[in-house]
């Protein structure tokens, strides 16, 4: 092997050791850490994230790469190594082009910026909070055009979460998507059968749904011999390798759907990472794609799957042994029709299917306007409440339960929200792939048999790592490019049996 | 404040700080980590020691340190600077003193030499595990040479693990110790008051355990809001920082001692921790002092306050509470004689109090032996039997249950022994300084207050970091150097009347 590509390897093996160790600490901290080692762990973060900068931005990486990146595209390079070089470059050349006063002013901002977000949220006081995202605004832009001058500064920070995913792409998807969704929404709630949901509010003892948690990751198919679940304020998939993922749930005593769903799409999460291909080393072609397949990933499981028809009937006779007093007089068909109840709500986290693209296109059409300038910082509270009347009917009654509701804009994430619609879409489309490919998954599904398709999940998309772009992954799987109708087929189809919709 | 001390600070917290990383990644991987992990933590922590390693031999930290040291006596700085200077330059002058090859050949000696130790006692085979004995004798004589040249082999191994004290100190007092000890074994045994241990065994629920070890440990002094306790195979006392404290124990069913006072023996390390003056930034002269002061501390709370007649007659009540079944028909009285109970057995993780000075002895003699060349590897099983025999009137029926049974040799750590018992004579002599200040101890201890105990340890140890060296420790709290005589008459005083001997 040439000399510069082992160095290569080297340097990148080191720098992602280092940043298993950081994923480790942060898992630490939202889950073990003692209240009192917030100081201390800070300081402990801030050493290790210096060293890490030092080594990605090691000058003689560059050396190493701009010399491996002339050859790049020639025979001597198979696909992986290719990837490999691409990658590491693409992150050498985002991080030392960025002036080092941006990245402290972007860092300092997000962390204020995060605490006045928490007073003014409390303090139902948008205006507290906008100098902070006219501010964010402008870094924003700047570091754009630092770091990927070609793109429009929008497209730029999309980039970021979604590579290759431009504007142009969203808009004409976004657009159709309100076409049909809104009426249907309509149509729904115009409708007098209505699901009953009483019997999801009750008690639910803690134990017994964290028995449920590891009952069904575990016939999922996480594996507990390279992973954890545990419990932390906000549920989220972490851990410092594909041999070592750690996923978490929290549990309410008056709600089990949240644990059980969460852990799910945790699941959907790591089983991603665990089938990652770490065997190809610690490198840049072994991570996974972007954040809209990562999300596709966990919705295919929390969605396509668990809110199935087919999954309920398997599962419930479980769910009605564990919570007798709730459930002994519902039916499956019953229980699939609540938790698959729609209904335009303020909040995006706890959206149904069906309104969630909503949330998402609005908040997409307020940071495009920002970004274009067609959009003022200071008229967002009302924009907001006038696109919520628009698209879901219904208006917030503050800006905490509107505008101030995500924490995404006071850490300077502008362009990630799209990626929750475009994972959605995504997991709809690889499904109907799956049913084409292997058409006794509902079947299977309804036996509790998810071997098939978590190997199908392995072998189309997770064992490929970074090798294609999310576009790629979308065509090779699926045969075709990101299509919005098996998104809208899927929906209106479900939708208009059970609200039984003529 | 001068520039270079300055720039020393600095280097010196962001060693700390990736020292506090390394000691979190050590807990989790006792305590969290997934099984499958260990290949890729490995890596991980390589990584890590790697950044470290290259951090205290940087040559620029040399420089300072040797520009500093020249000035450190004068009077631009006060205890603290001095402290930080000599403990620093000690660290660096020890780290780059070593050839590269002796590290690497130390380090991969103590890796292999673990798993070989751990078959040669599966196979009860000492033959097995003797090179590796006789390699590391020669790595650890080489390496004295090298880091401590002025001091003799073995004396410079001790060193290591409690500063300042050599085989000139120790020799006579382990001689005093056995001429005292073995008499009083000898007495406890032959006499035919034997106390009953039979309650002590049985079935005690693990989760009642638990709740028992956190309220011990809370009570005597333990801030879980700056740190935590969990299960682990062997346990230990973790954690990153003074702000973020770990202690594990192991619940065994049929055995609710061992857990109960493997936490409080834990927790007596832990207030240690927690009480460093970590305000004084993350330098060496916060950290804590050798290994004796550290096992001087939890054997203060094991023995001198856990094993005494107060505190059984305070918790008697808590423990019959939880363990009814076994404990109805017991006096707190029959209670505190049975968790005394002296007896010469194989294991010295398992000694009581008594006995267990003579283990150590036995190993420090065998050491001694070994560096001074009176001893040979292959003659110790040999060695071991008879000294067992000499000294506590048993032999191991296998070399499992004798020379093989710790796992300190297998990783090179020579020396390391004595401070075992010199922390059971410090912990006594700082009791007994502790009831002349406060002569209503006992007292206090029977009624479960323990806040004047703590301060005491606080204000006299915990906070003066590596201030002082453990002879100057002894000689500020208790007014004298390290004397046998309280531990000698602790014993006799105790033994004497649980036995009724004459």
Chains 1, 2 share one sequence.
Request: net charge negative; proline share 5%; aromatic share 10%.
């Amino acid at each position: 092997m040439n000399q510069h590509y082992k160095n290569l390897v080297q340097r990148l093996e080191e720098i992602a050791h280092l940043n298993g160790v950081m994923s480790t600490l942060g898992w630490d901290q939202e889950v073990m850490m003692p209240i009192g080692a917030s100081e201390s762990r800070a300081k402990q973060i801030a050493a290790l994230a210096g060293i890490i900068h030092e080594r990605t931005t090691d000058p003689a990486l560059g050396d190493c790469l701009h010399e491996l990146h002339e050859t790049s595209n020639t025979s001597d390079w198979g696909a992986i190594e290719r990837c490999n070089i691409r990658e590491a470059l693409r992150n050498y050349e985002m991080e030392v082009r960025i002036p080092k006063q941006l990245v402290q002013e972007i860092a300092e901002l997000s962390s204020r910026g995060q605490g006045i977000w928490v007073a003014a949220r409390q303090d139902n006081k948008f205006s507290d909070f906008a100098p902070v995202l006219k501010r964010f605004l402008k870094l924003k832009v700047e570091w754009a055009q630092c770091v990927l001058p070609n793109l429009q500064p929008y497209d730029a920070n999309i980039d970021l979460f979604e590579r290759g995913t431009t504007t142009a792409m969203i808009t004409p998807i976004f657009e159709r998507l309100k076409l049909e969704l809104i009426p249907l929404i309509h149509a729904i709630q115009g409708h007098s059968h209505q699901p009953d949901t009483s019997f999801l509010r009750g008690k639910f003892e803690k134990e017994k749904q964290e028995l449920l948690a590891r009952k069904l990751s575990r016939e999922i198919g996480f594996d507990f011999d390279r992973g954890r679940m545990d419990v932390s304020v906000h549920p989220f998939c972490g851990g410092g390798h594909p041999t070592d993922v750690r996923i978490t749930t929290r549990y309410s005593e008056s709600n089990f759907i949240e644990s059980l769903y969460s852990i799910i799409h945790e699941t959907g999460h790591a089983l991603y990472e665990q089938g990652r291909p770490h065997q190809l080393g610690d490198l840049p072609v072994t991570e996974s794609s972007t954040m809209g397949i990562h999300e596709s990933q966990s919705l295919f499981w929390e969605r396509m799957i668990a809110q199935s028809k087919s999954f309920c009937m398997h599962y419930f006779q479980a769910f009605r042994e564990a919570f007798s007093d709730n459930l002994q007089a519902v039916t499956a068909e019953e229980f699939y029709r609540a938790i698959n109840n729609c209904k335009p709500d303020f909040i995006r986290v706890e959206a149904d299917e069906v309104t969630y693209p909503l949330h998402v296109i609005l908040r997409y059409e307020i940071e495009r306007g920002l970004f274009d300038g067609s959009v003022a910082v200071d008229d967002l509270p009302q924009v907001w409440n006038e696109l919520m009347q628009k698209y879901l009917g219904i208006k917030p009654p503050t800006d905490t339960l509107g505008v101030l509701q995500d924490s995404h804009w006071s850490g300077g994430a502008f362009g990630y929200f799209p990626s929750y619609t475009l994972g959605a879409l995504y997991a709809c489309q690889f499904y109907q792939a799956l049913l084409k490919e292997q058409p006794d998954t509902e079947r299977n599904v309804a036996v509790g048999y998810f071997a098939p398709i978590k190997h199908w999940l392995n072998e189309k998309i997770h064992r490929h790592g970074k090798l294609y772009s999310p576009q790629e992954i979308v065509q090779n799987v699926t045969g075709e490019s990101l299509n919005p109708d098996y998104f809208i087929t899927y929906l209106k189809t479900k939708y208009r049996e059970i609200y039984q919709l003529t």
